[in-house]
Nanobody
Framework: QVSLVESGGGSVQAGGSLRLSCAAS????????MGWFRQAPGKERGGLAA???????KYADSVKGRATISKDNAKNILYLQMNSLKPEDTAMYYC????????????????????WGQGTQVTVSS
């Protein structure tokens, strides 16, 4: 049974940083596509960053240059380092995974991921 548990969210002032973590069980990170998404109230869930089983990454324009996705295959943990946070980054952040080999391109749409965590709230104040 696949389980994804996010942590590391919280309240931070604009310009600050956070590192989100996603502890995965029931899967082998090295054989899965994994990603981070967020959803603000009244908005659709959108992709932020993803990493495939070859370690290839993809970022949404909204966080490119401010976010870094990484994974520790030995510990089965996915990370998202977010810097220069803005109030518009306020949202529930979700970890997601899907069992698939590296494709040569990295998907970043919610429909491409079959497993989801419960989310961790990030609030950025101005």
């Amino acid at each position: 049974q696949v389980s994804l548990v996010e942590s590391g969210g919280g309240s931070v002032q604009a310009g600050g940083s956070l590192r989100l973590s996603c502890a995965a069980s029931g899967i082998t990170n090295s054989s899965y596509l994994m990603g981070w998404f967020r959803q603000a109230p009244g908005k659709e869930r959108g992709g932020l960053a993803a990493i495939d089983s070859d370690g290839i990454t993809k970022y949404a324009d909204s966080v490119k240059g401010r976010a870094t996705i990484s994974k520790d295959n030995a510990k089965n943990i996915l990370y998202l380092q977010m810097n220069s946070l803005k109030p518009e980054d306020t949202a529930m952040y979700y970890c997601a995974a899907d069992r698939r080999p590296a494709l040569g391109w990295v998907p970043l749409h919610p429909n491409d991921f079959g497993y989801w965590g419960q989310g961790t709230q990030v609030t950025v104040s101005s």
